[in-house]
């Protein structure tokens, strides 16, 4: 029978290994593949184009769901998509009111998804922000300018 008092050690506290070592240097090399996958890729290498001509042909016949197929691989499914929305200039903060008030009226309308009306408020939100930091650093500026007058004027 073991003694329990002898698991009794220190506890490893903290980080165990040093930073840019590895728990198991002798670990998975980067880069590799799981072995059934690659035994899978190398089987269907050989039936693809067998099995793209099934597809098409079943495709053309009406099979919808083989046409579907093909056609998600041929033109992969976009992220993103160009949209044309007259916007007001985005030059000051009434210019940032007007513009999310069309990006809103659009989504409402359902000319832009809310996707992309939520990248268009994005963008304005940008715009929003250096508006906001320009005019900041001009009002900053002329505050200093100023005070570096009133201290000249109180020295004379």
Do not use: C, H, Y
């Not at 184009?49 to 976009?78: F, N």
């Not at 985005?90 to 940032?96: E, H, K, P, S, Y």
């Amino acid at each position: 029978m073991t003694n329990l008092a002898d698991n009794s050690g220190r506890k490893q506290r903290g980080k165990p290994f040093k930073p840019g070592q590895s728990g198991n240097p002798a670990g998975r090399p980067a880069g590799s593949r799981n072995a059934a996958l690659v035994a899978l890729d190398q089987i269907a290498e050989g039936a693809a184009p067998a099995l793209l001509d099934v597809l098409v042909k079943a495709g053309m016949a009406g099979d919808t769901q083989a046409a579907r197929l093909v056609l998600e691989r041929a033109w992969p499914i976009r992220k993103g998509r160009a949209i044309t929305l007259d916007l007001p200039p985005v030059i000051d903060a009434a210019g940032v009111r007007a513009a999310m008030a069309r990006i809103t009226k659009a989504a409402a309308s359902a000319e832009i998804t809310p996707d992309e009306a939520q990248a268009l408020a994005a963008l304005v939100e940008g715009q929003r922000r250096a508006i906001e930091t320009q005019e900041l650093e001009q009002r900053i500026s002329a505050i200093e300018t100023k005070l570096g007058k009133d201290k000249t004027d109180e020295s004379d």
